[in-house]
């Protein structure tokens, strides 16, 4: 009985390292942008072509940076809590994976949609790379409950509040579509890979 009650236990609390690895990356960047302001030109993604050919590594770092504590707090809040349970039904180089192709296809999508609204300034966030490993986790287990809500619920309502906060403030809508294209690119891959388990299922 005692050593059921030890797993639940460890299962509560568990953070696999590919989670805790993206975490602690993204907290070390906010630390160093606070400290030193002057890396937002070499960290932060800039819609203008010349300089992202100059500096490409930024269309991935841009996802792993912030510069608001309350973005920080927000984006991985919402990637610890879904970043091991896909964890847990998958491995950490999933995790990864998603993450980083939701956030790239976002840094890439936002370079259009600032275009298109002539746009200026840096950009920085992970949205579109957590919104990715919401969509993920959403699609192979749409039904688990997580904090009280089931996972496809906590998907939709992301989706929803981000929608009407480009609504009712036009300046987001850039990154509002790459946030939303990160869900799109999470139920991708995550129909995917629940193609991947029927399979292995019937062999």
């Known amino acids: 009985m005692k050593g059921k009650m030890m797993g639940k236990h460890k299962e509560g609390i568990f953070i696999g390292k590919g989670t805790l690895a993206i ?90 949609t600032r275009l298109i609204a002539q746009r200026a300034g840096l950009i920085a966030g992970a949205s579109a790379a957590v919104f990715g490993i919401v969509g993920t986790f959403a699609t192979l287990r749409p ?18 509040i981000t929608v009407i906060l480009a609504v009712l403030n036009p300046q987001t809508l850039d990154s509002a579509v790459a946030h939303v294209i990160g869900v799109v690119v999470g139920i991708i891959y995550g129909y995917w890979l629940k193609n991947k388990e029927d399979k292995k299922a019937k062999c």
């Open 23 to 112: 975490i602690l990356i993204n907290i070390v960047l906010f630390i160093a942008l606070s400290v030193a302001p002057s890396l937002r030109e070499n960290l932060l993604l800039n819609h203008e072509m010349s300089v992202i050919l100059e500096k490409p590594w930024t269309l991935i770092t841009v996802f792993l940076s912030h510069e608001a504590f309350i973005h920080l707090a927000f984006n991985m809040g919402i990637f610890f809590l879904f970043g091991p349970n896909l964890e847990k039904i998958a491995n950490a180089k999933t995790v990864t994976i998603v993450y980083f192709i939701a956030g790239l296809i976002g840094s890439i999508t936002l370079l259009f």
């Open 143 to 160: 039904n688990t409950v997580l904090l009280g809500s089931k996972a496809k619920q906590w998907m939709w309502v992301l989706v929803i």
